[in-house]
Each structure stands twice: as C-alpha cells, then as structure tokens.
C-alpha cells in the first residue's frame, strides 16, 4: 500500500511564482486535509475536505486554493508565493474525520526566496 | 493562541530514564490523539483516547486522557535511543482536527 504520497519533495520557488502541491491517497479516504508545519508552531491546518466536491478553510488559508475532484487527489495550489510561506507542508487523510487517527504523507519542504 | 499546548517544548534524556509529556486545553475533545514524527517524515498515529480517565499503553509508553477529557500525558519508561523525536498531541473539539504544539524529545545513548 502507498498509503499518502505527496510531490515533489522539495522545491524552491521566487516570490509572485505560483505552484501546485500533489497529494493523492490510495486508501479510499474521504477526509483529507492539508497541514503547514513551522517551528515552535506545530501543525496548523491550512484546508480539508469532507469527501469529493466538497472542500473548507482550515486556520491558516490564506494564499492558498483547494480542490477535490475525486476521492483519491487533493491539490494544493499556491497562488503567488512569498516568503511567508517557506515552510513543510503535509497532506494528510482519514476515514472518519480524524477521530481514528490520520495517515500523513512524508511532506513537501518548500522555500521561496 | 494554540488550542493545545505541549509541554515541555524541549525534552533531552539518557538512556533508561522516566519522562512524561503533557498536552492541555482549555476545550473538552471527543478524542485525543498521540503521534510521533521523525526528522524529514509525517507524523505516525501512536494511539486513540476517548473516554475521560482512559489508559492505554504501548509497549513502554503510557497513555492517559484526563476525566474532563481536556488533557492528556504519554509516560515513557526506561526511554530508549529510538524513542527520540517529536511527539504530537491532536483532538478534534468542534468540525476541525487541532494539533499542539509538540514536545521534541532527545534520548542520549
């Protein structure tokens, strides 16, 4: 089982660059969702998705765009990077809202310069 | 404001000691979960606890959710090399999955 895969791994982009982060899960989940990581932070969870079609903002959504085509994607699109937005990103899906546990990819470290 | 905090935030030990991370808020959670992350990896689910009072264990590791289910402590015994890395709680208060802060925990050989 893959489990949670998430590309690229790492990336660089200049400030104004826009990007889309992919994460696709194998394990018929509907719950995703997408988390930041910085230090001191912890995760901050940045949107997620009940099921196909239906997407929310999480706490830090700003910058950021969703969408949810069907089960297995969830595309994290960053509109026109800044260097705020340097950090590890982890796509992460469950089956029943997280309250059994969720099942994170191994994260994209992203830097913008 | 973090809906959960962790402490200690920083944790270095030697082999074969005793510790306890705690995680508190001031909101009661339907769970509360416990993951570990090591360095370049998503976190990993350790274990579930649902109802107040209720203790799990995991090999070395202990697991408590307190009464009002709005705290929770995991106690390592003897900690191990391996056990080194971070430790994340997480809970579901209302429709959205919060994590703390974590606690990151060095076991010196």
Not at chain 1, 96 to 112: E, K, P, Q
Request: one cysteine or more.
């Amino acid at each position: 089982n893959a489990g949670v895969t998430q590309t690229p791994k790492f990336q660089v982009l200049k400030t104004g660059q826009s990007m889309t982060l992919q994460c696709a899960q194998d394990m018929n989940h509907e719950y995703m969702s997408w988390y930041r990581q910085d230090p001191g932070m912890g995760l901050r969870l940045i949107h997620y998705s009940v099921g196909a079609g239906i997407t929310d903002q999480g706490e830090v959504p700003n910058g950021y765009n969703v969408s949810r085509s069907t089960t297995e994607d969830f595309p994290l699109r960053l509109l026109s990077a800044a260097p705020s937005q340097t950090s590890v990103y982890f796509c992460a899906s469950s089956y029943s809202g997280g309250h059994y546990g969720y099942t994170f990819g191994s994260g994209t470290r992203l830097t913008v310069v | 404001t973090q809906l959960l905090e962790q402490s200690p935030q920083f944790l270095s030990i030697q082999e074969g000691e005793n510790l306890t991370v705690y995680c508190n808020s001031s909101s009661v959670f339907s769970s509360l979960q416990w993951y570990r992350q090591e360095p370049g990896e998503g976190p990993v689910l350790l274990v579930t606890v649902v109802t107040g009072g209720e203790v799990k264990k995991l090999k070395r590791l202990t697991f408590q959710f307190g009464d009002a289910r709005k705290d929770s402590s995991l106690h390592i015994t003897a900690a191990q090399p391996g056990d080194t890395g971070l430790y994340l709680c997480a809970g579901v208060p209302g429709n959205q999955f919060y994590f703390g802060t974590g606690t990151s925990l060095t076991v010196i050989p």
